[in-house]
């Protein structure tokens, strides 16, 4: 990215990121095709890195799996986002036409990171590195709804990239007091948490359905509207994407299954329920998820203004439907 970052300066004369895509967008600053493909390369692979995006995924599940649960609180609720975000802010409006150029590959390596990081989901023991695996799921459609490049697609992508943040962060919280209190990630080592532990159970339980996108909660609206953004210009991307919801609900309800339903096992009967403390962090981000689930407005307002003008900057319009509306 650093190499990438000095070709820019050296073709646009100024590291001002602002003047450079005000000249991009009005056609004043013109690169050579090959060294604008050369420049978006260099960022792009820099920001799917940190995304993740497959296959250069492979740093988050090892991250998650040894972090504290606030750590990877920040890692994937924060941090991470800052890949999603700059392949919006700088690959786009920087890179308008090697972007376009782009697009196909891209939207691959994201349908396969959807189902390739919800299979191994399903396959997991570690709860850490399960709600790693599902985060890779989830940063797949973000990226799809970024280069569908359409009005629903993008604003999805930004609305998810929000709603992500909050459902895994209360999943990975609560999946942490649970840890820290029987002392193991792996899923086989609980059962019958609920009926000892019953709001931490159910904390549990509305993080987790809102990682498997369940209609009245935040990632609900977000990832439908990638799916549809998607759909509207890209057909077969959109429908092989849907799959990822039904792989989602299998991990998701597995999870919960495994570790909440069944008999009480001995190590786990004197578990205590969230302490006043924990249910403080917690609630706030299970209101917000009920919150932007039925009333994504507030989000919506400041995104798609942004996204409009995103579109604009790459030459792009949304398609127009294929059956007009009655009269």
């Given amino acids: 990215m650093l190499a990438a970052v000095i070709g820019l300066y050296v073709v646009a004369g100024n590291f001002s990121l602002a003047e450079i895509a005000q000249a991009r967008a ?5 690169m050579a095709t090959n060294t604008e493909r050369w420049l978006f390369l260099g960022f792009f692979f820099a920001f799917a890195v940190k995304a993740p995006l497959w296959p250069l995924h492979t740093w988050l599940p090892n991250a998650m799996g040894e972090a504290t649960a606030p750590v990877a609180v920040l890692i994937t609720a924060v941090v991470d986002k800052v890949g999603t975000f700059a392949m919006l802010r700088f690959c786009l409006q920087l890179f308008p036409e090697a972007s376009k150029w782009a697009t196909p590959v891209i939207l691959v390596l994201a349908v396969i990171s959807i189902i390739y990081g919800a299979l191994l989901a399903v396959g997991q023991r570690d709860i850490k590195r399960l709600v790693a695996y599902a985060s890779i799921s989830h940063f797949g459609f973000i990226v799809l709804g970024i280069f ?14 929000v709603n992500h943040g909050i459902s895994t962060a209360a999943l990975m919280l609560v999946a942490g007091f649970l840890i820290s209190r029987r002392g193991s990630r792996l899923i086989a080592d609980y059962g019958g948490v609920q009926k000892v532990a019953p709001v931490l159970a159910g904390t549990f339980l509305i993080g987790g359905l809102a990682t498997l996108s369940l209609p009245g909660l935040a990632p609900f609206v977000s990832e439908f509207l990638v799916l549809v953004g998607t759909f509207s210009r890209y057909p077969a991307i959109g429908i092989i994407a849907t799959f990822g919801i039904v792989l989602a609900a299998l991990y998701t309800l597995v999870l919960y299954q495994r570790t909440m339903t069944g008999p009480v096992k001995p190590e786990v009967a004197t578990m205590p329920d969230l302490r006043p403390r924990e249910l403080l962090v917690v609630a706030p981000l299970i209101v ?15 995104v798609n203004p942004s996204v409009k003008q995103t579109l604009s900057d790459v030459h792009k319009k ?3 439907p294929s059956v007009e509306a009655a009269k």
């Fill in 148 to 161: 569908a490049m359409t009005s629903q697609g993008q604003s999805g992508a930004t609305l998810y990239m």
């Fill in 318 to 320: 949304d398609p127009k």
């Fill in 26 to 30: 009005n056609g004043s600053l013109h």
């Fill in 288 to 302: 917000l998820l009920i919150f932007l689930g039925v009333y994504p407005k507030p989000v919506t307002d400041i």
